[in-house]
Every structure is written in C-alpha cells, then in structure tokens.
C-alpha cells in the first residue's frame, strides 16, 4: 500500500462512518415519523348494511328458540307486585370487549346489556319491541406520511319500546359491535364498550329507562399510549344521543 494511500484511508472511513451515521438518523426519523399520529378523525358514517343488519340482528334475537309459547310464558308466572317497573336495572352485560390486539371481537347474543324493570329474569317477559335501531361510526388515525394507520368502525345497536303488561317502555339487545378494523404494522388496537348508568326518565307510573354507554379504544405504538372514547345516550322510546 501507498504512502498516498495511507493517507486518504482515516478520511475514507471518517466519510463511511459519517454516512453510515446519517443513514442512521434518517431511519430513525423516518420510524419516529411512521409511528407519531399526526391526525385523528371521528364521525358518524352512513350505514348502507343498517337495514340489513337490523334485520338480521332482529333474527339472532329474536328467532323461535328464543321467542316464548304461550305454554311457557314466563310472564303467567309474574306478579306484577314481583316487579317494580320504576325501578332500572341491567340484567346483561355491563362491560366487553370489542377489539382485542387488533381483532375484532363479534358476540352480539353474549355481549349486550338492557334496560329493563328490577324483578325481570330476561327482556322475553316483556313485550312490543320494536325493531332493532342501528348507527355506525368511524375513527381514522394517519401518522405524519399521511397513512390511514388505523381505522374503526363500530356499529351502537339497540332494541326499545318493550312494555310490561303494558306499562312502561325499556330498552334490550343494546350492544356495539365492529364493522371495520384495520390496524398498521406497529400499531396495536383494543377497544370496549361499557355501560355507564341505567335509569328511569320518566314517572313511577310511567317508566322510561334510558341508558348511558360509553365506547373507548387504546392506540399504542412505541412511542406513544393514546386514549379516546365516546358516549351515547339511549331511551325506550327511541331516542338516541351521540356525546361527546
């Protein structure tokens, strides 16, 4: 080797090490870029699979195995002193899991709650529900390339009007289930929904239960735990509250 040679050799590697070193940087910033939220979106979608969905949850819940004969009507065996129709309770669930490291979570017949009068076994001892009500929402997370890292889609259903001899109007089959989730390389995703409070919005001799629910999800990266979530706010006469 030459003198000349040897003499250009520590400037070579000194040039090596510093580009290797900026490529480092570089892929460092590119990482922290890919895995930093730069937006969050949240809105109400347009539901094309509402009625469909209704229809078909309304078929799940409500189909001959689970629908009483007049034989076995649990009702004949009620007295009306057992139940005290102002009186909100929840005989379901009051918290599940709809998202779970990225996978979606269907369960509708398990993971509902209700809104029903203290002394009912189950929302069959009632009557006159109507068909199931259905609203759908959507949340997209893009990092700082602009890329959709996350997006979910979630869908509040719930049944009202059911009556107790007439009396009354109370709510069933209120659940949250997911439509859509898509969930980057690195991201991890969970979400669940959880009953918040049950009551009566109406009188002792005219009960309206009302439920308050609330929807939350974790998105985690390695740099950053985010949290967020939403309520809504349901009665047995239909009505439906988004909050915020």
């Not at 609203?135 to 049944?159: D, E, H, P, Q």
């Not at 409070?197 to 005219?206: D, E, K, P, Q």
């Amino acid at each position: 080797m030459s003198k000349r040679s040897i003499f250009f050799l520590p400037a070579i590697l000194a040039s090596v090490a510093i580009s290797f070193a900026a490529q480092a940087n570089a892929t460092q910033f590119d990482d922290e870029a890919y895995f930093t939220v730069d937006s969050v979106e949240f809105e109400e979608v347009a539901d094309s699979d509402a009625i469909a969905l209704s229809d078909s949850v309304s078929d799940v819940l409500m189909n001959e195995e689970n629908v009483c004969t007049s034989e076995d009507d649990p009702m004949s065996s009620l007295d009306e002193v057992d139940v005290a129709l102002d009186k909100i309770i929840n005989i379901g669930r009051k918290i599940w899991t709809i998202v779970e490291k990225n996978r979606p979570v269907v369960k509708v017949t398990m993971n509902s709650a209700n809104a029903v009068p203290d002394g009912i076994r189950s929302w069959q001892e009632l009557e006159g529900w109507q068909v199931p009500q259905v609203r759908a929402y959507s949340t997209v997370y893009k990092n700082l390339f602009g890329m959709t890292v996350v997006r979910f889609v979630y869908r509040v259903i719930y049944s009202y009007g059911g009556t107790f001899k007439g009396q009354g109007k109370y709510l069933t089959n209120v659940t949250v289930i997911p439509a859509e989730v898509h969930v980057a390389w690195g991201y991890k995703f969970d979400a669940e929904a959880q009953v918040t409070s049950v009551l009566n919005t109406g009188s002792s001799r005219n009960p309206v239960a009302a439920m308050e629910l609330g929807v939350a999800w974790t998105v985690s990266t390695p740099v950053r735990h985010m949290h967020s979530s939403r309520g809504y706010f349901m009665t047995g006469h239909g009505d439906f509250t988004s909050l915020k």
